[in-house]
C-alpha cells in the first residue's frame, strides 16, 4: 500500500514537472514582434476628392463655381494624360478680373467654404495638374473667411498637360480655403483639372 502511494505520488510528481515545463516553454517562445504601426512618410493631402475619383459631391464637400456669364459646365469627364477621372470645367464668359469666376471646395449644402486648418512654421505644397483648350491661365488663392488673401500665384496654362505647384509657410495659423481663379479668360475656353494637392510633410 505504501509503495502503491509513493508510485502515484511519483507519477503525479512527474506529470506536474511535464506540464510545469511545457508552461515554462510555452512562456519562453518568444511574443510576435509588434506589426508596424503604419507611419505615414509621404505627404498628407487635405483636398479630399481632388482626383476627381468620387463624385463632385462626396464626403460632405462639394466642388463649386461661381461668377461669370453663363451656365457652367462642372463634370467628371476621362481624358487621355490625365488619370482616371479630372474635372471639366468651362463657363460662357469668364469677366474681367481673375476673382469673377472662381472653383473651390464647399460643404455639401453650399452653406460655405472649407477651410484648412494651416500651421504656422510649416510648408504647405498646393499642386494641381491642368490643361485648356487655348492658352490662357489661372491663378491660385489662399483665403481666410474675411476674403483676406494670404498667399496668391496665377500660373500660365497650355493645351498641354503640365503639373502646377507653390509651397506656402504661414506666418501664423490659419484656417483657409482654397481658391481656383479663372476671370479674365477668353470666352469659350475649357479647362481640365486633376490631383489638386494642399498637403504637407507631416
Ligand atoms: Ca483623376
Known sequence: MKRNLSVILLVALALLVMVFGAACLRRATPAPSPSPTSTPTGPINLVKNG??????DSDGEVWNSWGGTGTHTRERVTMADFS?????????????NPWDV???KQKSDYTGHIFYSLTAGKEYTI???????QNSSIQIVLQDSNNNWKNNQTFAITTSVATYSLTYTPDA???LALMF????????IEFYLDDIELSYQP
Do not use: I
Not at 482626383?51 to 463632385?56: A, G, I, Q, S, Y
Not at 494641381?128 to 483648350?133: C, D, L, Q, S, V
Not at 481663379?181 to 469659350?188: K, L, Q, R
Open 51 to 56: 482626383d476627381f475619383e468620387k463624385e463632385l
Open 84 to 96: 482616371g477621372y479630372c474635372l471639366h470645367f468651362a463657363v460662357p464668359s469668364y469677366g474681367t
Open 102 to 104: 472662381q472653383l473651390t
Open 127 to 133: 499642386k494641381f495638374k491642368a490643361k485648356a483648350t
Open 173 to 175: 495659423d490659419y484656417y
Open 181 to 188: 481663379n479663372f476671370g479674365g479668360s477668353a470666352d469659350g
